[in-house]
């Protein structure tokens, strides 16, 4: 293989850094009889150097056709409807319905229909969730979270359920601290990760946050600075406004687009990462983490010569 390809040729870092692992779990997994698999550390060379190169699988659709849902909701529908009828023994006209009954029915009917329709779960994919798209629509999938340094490396990776981003900024650092070894100095994210509490916690913290809240974010992108008609009560929520109005506070919160969306659109457009080929939480979360690490090689051999 030396005599064909350059010393500096990508397959060579990526065969480096697999050989300087501890691998045996991959060993342990295969059994002793039968006939011999490949060797893992050779399958994890190649899945890593061919996503790094664009070269995948044969596209396979996600295993989670929205046509094949669980029809519980509509059940539950035609039972309740059978419920109010036995409520109504005589089946006459101006007979009433307990007023209890009714508002149990009215809010578990609301909630199985229209609001709850995201809840509908996948017959071939269950671990999926239907999550909010552009244009109001909803589509099944996971929300795949990644953590950028200023260097463009990725640094950390998380595959979640949630429908909101909010919820994902406190573990998404504390997995930044756990795979770096070290607590984040500085944090900067966009609003969908915005709350209070995860604006206090970060103080808790000693980090330097740089998250506005949806308002601010509009001020920021329009650049022109809109009518309040009441300060927010929160304290870190005013106290962040103030930094991200300052010259200082703009110029630093500024970056953060340049920083992680250009990986995101590698990862999309480049390698053509717009949908998993595995099914369930841990095969995709295996797969983000397999995308991240062949990202970050190829970055770092680009960065090398």
């Known amino acids: 293989m030396g005599d064909e390809l350059p010393p500096g040729h990508l397959c060579f870092l990526i065969h480096e850094m ?32 061919g996503f790094g190169v664009n070269v995948r699988s044969t596209r396979i659709k996600a295993n989670a056709s929205p046509d094949r849902l669980r029809q519980q909701d509509e059940r539950q529908v035609r ?3 059978r419920e109010m009828e036995t409520e109504d023994p005589d089946q006459e006209p101006g007979l009433e319905v307990g007023a209890e009954t009714v508002e149990r029915l009215r809010r578990e009917m609301g909630r199985a229909t229209g609001a709850a329709a995201p809840s509908k779960q996948s017959l071939t994919d269950p ?8 244009g109001g629509r909803f589509g099944l999938g996971y929300s ?11 640094v950390a990776v998380r595959v979640t359920q949630n429908a909101t981003d909010n919820a994902s900024l406190l573990p998404m650092v504390a997995e930044v601290e756990r795979q770096c070894r070290a607590r984040p100095q500085q944090v900067l994210a966009d609003s969908g990760f915005y709350s209070g509490d995860n604006l206090d916690a970060l103080e808790a913290q000693g980090i330097d946050g ?7 974010a509009r001020e920021l992108n329009r650049g022109k600075r809109g009518k309040e008609n009441r300060p927010p009560r929160h304290r870190a929520t005013r106290r962040m406004r103030r930094k991200l109005r300052s010259r200082e506070g703009r110029q630093t919160y500024l970056p953060r687009k340049a920083l992680v969306e ?44």
């Not at 671990?127 to 552009?134: G, I, N, P, T």
């Open 18 to 49: 697999i050989e300087g692992l501890e691998l045996s779990r991959f060993d342990e997994a295969y059994p002793e009889e039968g006939q011999k698999a490949y060797n893992p550390r050779l399958m994890l060379k190649l899945w890593l150097y």
């Open 79 to 81: 039972q309740w409807r």
């Open 127 to 134: 671990d999926a969730r239907f999550l909010r798209e552009r």
């Open 144 to 154: 795949g979270e990644l953590a950028v340094s200023e260097d463009h490396f990725i």
């Open 210 to 216: 740089y998250i506005p809240d949806l308002n601010l």
């Open 262 to 305: 250009p990986v995101i659109g590698v990862l999309k457009e480049q390698r053509g990462m717009r949908q998993f080929l595995r099914v369930g939480l841990a095969g995709v979360s295996t797969e983000l983490l397999l995308a991240a690490i062949s990202y970050n090689l190829t970055h770092c051999h680009r960065r090398l010569h």
